[in-house]
């Protein structure tokens, strides 16, 4: 079993290649592709939708991953502690619309959806739980800005009801669903983007990243040894 984790930055993947023995295999079109260890690869494909699908379609093009796990930051719409751990079950895409034509918010014509389901989500929390994981399962909303609460947030909370919201996620998953590769997320939350204590508690990002990818690394490889 082949397992790719996508990140979108260089600071979200640091702790993995201080800590392991990594090699960098190639860099392509700006996209920094390593070998972690046999069969765990790692990509980091920059910020936002488009950079997230053009690089993961070029790590699936290269790499013939099994399995892509996508790992990073979200702000949450729900009053979850800083720095929980959130498996995603499905995620959307808040920034298409497409509603002038009749088509429901948040619809991608391309393939006649708006939710975009992770894999085995079930199976996956059980692994988490099996390791000692405390996390939380839920809908991560995905779109090009960076929310940082307000109408903007309130719309998308009422309209889609997701746990979290971010900016690379639904762009992987859509890719990975058109590739028949198996998708699943992982998100630290670093904000809470509707309630009102908001920035009440610091988010230390190096820190936080490098507490997701000390869970990351062994679910990971759980997963491709299985």
């Not at 085995?120 to 939380?136: C, K, M, N, P």
Request: charge should be negative; hydrophobic fraction near 40%.
């Amino acid at each position: 079993m082949k397992i790719g984790l996508a990140y979108a930055l260089p600071g979200e993947i640091r702790s993995i290649l201080h800590s392991a023995n990594p090699k960098l295999l190639e860099t392509v079109s700006g996209v920094a592709i390593y070998e972690i260890e046999p069969d765990l690869l790692a990509y980091v494909g920059g910020v936002g939708k488009v950079n997230a699908a053009m690089s993961t379609q070029l790590f699936i093009d290269r790499c013939h991953p099994d399995w892509i796990i996508n790992a990073g930051a979200a702000g949450s719409f729900q009053d979850l502690p800083i720095g929980s751990t959130v498996l995603a079950k499905d995620f959307v895409q808040h920034d298409v619309d497409t509603t002038a034509m009749g088509d429901p918010i948040g619809l991608v014509s391309t393939v006649d959806r708006v939710d975009f389901p992770t894999s085995e989500t079930d199976r996956l929390s059980a692994l988490l739980t099996a390791q000692g994981v405390e996390h939380h399962v839920g809908r991560v909303a995905t779109g090009e800005v960076f929310m940082t609460g307000g109408q903007r947030a309130n719309w998308v909370s009422q309209t889609f009801q997701p746990m979290l919201c971010e900016m690379e996620g639904g762009a992987i998953a859509q890719v990975c669903l058109r590739n028949n590769v198996r998708f699943a997320a992982l998100k630290t939350v670093s904000d809470r983007l509707c309630q009102e204590n908001n920035t009440e508690e610091y988010f230390n990002y190096g820190e936080a990243m490098k507490k997701l990818n000390e869970i990351v690394l062994p679910f990971a490889k759980a997963l491709r040894d299985e």
